[in-house]
């Protein structure tokens, strides 16, 4: 696979949400709205405590399809209403340890009543492991694909 | 072993000017010499970052008589960007439930309002 560019280690991720900024932004700093979708498919929030302003802390556990948990802290660093936010997020092994450290930046722009979010990940440290995490996640995907095929089938 | 390569790979990635010399090498090999000349940096400072590039597996240094050339070892790479795609599905995935949240609550909302 050809690689873009040079910073192959950041993640950049686009999207226009049908809704006026400040609903948007709010739904990114409301810890109760911010449970409802934070993280991939088929994955709940039983805890998710943010605290979005300069030094507050994350504290999110994702729960698999197949019910293995994923525990994540982090700090905001940002809280720029209802332009920017700048956080960290480490997620943890099964022991708590950090996996790995990244810097999202999420700006948030009005254009003609909707606004386009962007997210924008920067890795700033990783461990041994810090792949495991992501591939426990996507066993967690297609397990519940599996599911969804025995459901079908 | 794969898992330590991936966090060298993260941490050879950290520093702006080895970022510099992958795009570089990104475009085909290039002795230390050649890497250094962007840079206004001395080659030893250029070799010192090839080194950890090398330590990382991102690199491969070849002797061409008198000069080493350098080129992209794509395992190491391509494990990096095997990451960043699982890290964007996992960011793609989230939007798209706020998307979906942002819908439904947006809808609620305007269905009071007709109400009222």
Redesign the interface.
């Known amino acids: 696979?050809a690689?873009p560019?040079?910073?192959?280690?950041?993640?950049v991720?686009e999207?226009t949400?049908?809704?006026s900024r400040e609903?948007?932004f709010k739904?990114w700093t409301d810890p109760k709205?911010v449970q409802?979708?934070?993280?991939?498919?088929d994955f709940t929030n039983p805890v998710c405590e943010i605290d979005a302003r300069p030094g507050g802390a994350i504290r999110v556990h994702m729960q698999g399809p197949d019910g293995t948990i994923y525990p994540m802290t982090g700090i905001y660093k940002e809280v720029v209403e209802p332009e920017r936010i700048v956080f960290t997020t480490t997620p943890l092994d099964d022991k708590g340890k950090p996996l790995?450290e990244?810097l999202t930046t999420v700006t948030f722009v009005e254009r003609a009543g909707k606004t386009h979010?962007s997210?924008h990940?920067r890795?700033?440290?990783?461990?041994?492991?810090?792949?495991?995490y992501?591939?426990g996640?996507?066993a967690g995907w297609s397990q519940s694909l599996d599911r969804l095929g025995e459901v079908v089938t | 072993m794969v898992v330590d390569t991936l966090s060298t790979a993260f941490a050879a990635l950290s520093d702006p000017t080895r970022r510099m010399i992958l795009d570089r090498l990104m475009r085909g090999p290039a002795t230390v010499n050649e890497l250094a000349k962007p840079h206004k940096m001395t080659q030893q400072a250029v070799s010192k970052h090839v080194a950890y590039l090398e330590r990382a597996r991102l690199v491969a240094k070849k002797r061409r008589g008198r000069e080493h050339l350098c080129s992209l070892r794509p395992s190491a790479i391509r494990q990096v960007a095997d990451w960043a795609n699982a890290y964007r599905c996992y960011w793609e995935e989230s939007l798209e439930r706020l998307d979906h949240l942002l819908r439904e609550d947006g809808e609620k909302a305007s269905r009071r309002g007709r109400t009222k």
């Open positions: 696979m690689v560019n040079s910073s192959i280690e950041e993640v991720v999207r949400f049908d809704a609903r948007v739904a709205l409802r979708w934070w993280g991939p498919h790995f990244v979010v997210v990940n890795v700033l440290s990783a461990t041994a492991g810090a792949d495991m992501l591939q996640m996507e």
